[in-house]
């Protein structure tokens, strides 16, 4: 290599390390905080979706309810269906409640409740408060191929309790979209599985999965989300995550 190819490469080189796609390797826990900023990472977001339940015997029940959350915050309103008025106010993993309309009153989710179904569901009350991948785990490449990688997650030191003792996370490499993940126990066992699909932007170039099929793989028992509506950054007050809103807003 002669003296001005060896300048030229070397000066590719510089500005290469200056790039932001280049300062540094895609660490796993770069990669999994980019597709958790993607998800929960708005100031707020108000989400309302479909849920419907199917049961092994081939029946199915649909509700229809929405998701106001800001940060660890989230209220979950029932609009339809037999659980239509059922709400449920996460404040963090800790601090969960819940309205029943039909004794009409709210009360505290127990600790030992929260690994429980939500609604009937596949998804449980620790899945409905888990709202940050980086709080709770620390992650390793597994695998990778041209279109992806595959996340090893563990718990974080120090950090928040996660729902179950590992996972693994799928994410797009192209947009750093979660594409899929499972919980497993501590042996490795897959406990819960989640697909998602039909990337859908919202707005602005605000993607987000419109369908997500839940799979409780001790089961085989299914439920399926299909989101209706999306929107983020609407300026959603502190004020609605609040007991009183939980119990007399509509």
């Known amino acids: 290599m002669n003296r001005v190819s060896m300048i030229l490469v070397a000066a590719f080189l510089a500005v290469a390390a200056g ?22 990472g708005w100031d707020d977001q108000y989400m309302k979706a479909t849920m419907t339940i199917l049961d092994l015997d081939g029946s199915r029940k649909s509700y229809v309810f929405s998701v106001a959350q800001k940060g660890e915050k989230r209220l979950v309103r029932f609009e339809s269906g037999e659980l239509k008025g059922m709400a449920t106010l996460i404040l963090n993993s800790d601090s969960v409640y819940a309205y ?17 179904s939500f609604a009937g569901s596949d998804f449980s009350n620790d899945d409905m408060a888990f709202t940050s991948w980086t709080k709770s785990y620390v992650a390793t490449i597994a695998h990778e191929d041209a279109t992806s990688w ?12 996660p729902p179950y003792p590992k996972a693994t996370a799928r994410v797009d490499k192209k947009n750093f979209q979660l594409i899929g993940y499972e919980f497993l126990d501590e042996n490795g066992q897959k406990i819960k599985t989640f697909e998602t699909s039909v990337m859908t932007d919202w707005g ?4 987000r999965n419109k369908v997500i099929v839940v799979t ?15 929107r983020f950054n609407d300026g959603i007050k502190d004020a609605l995550f609040t007991e009183r809103e939980l119990e007399w807003g509509r």
């Open 150 to 161: 595959t996340l090893a997650c563990s718990p974080r030191p120090g950090g928040t309790k």
């Open 100 to 116: 029943l309309p039909g004794f009409k009153k709210v009360r505290r989710v127990a600790a030992h409740n929260m690994g429980q």
């Open 19 to 40: 790039m932001p796609g280049a300062a540094r390797a895609q660490t796993a826990d770069d990669i999994l905080a980019k597709a958790d900023q993607l998800t929960n």
């Open 204 to 207: 602005n170039g605000r993607m």
């Open 216 to 230: 409780d793989n001790r089961t085989g028992h299914k439920t399926r989300l299909d989101l209706i509506e999306a």
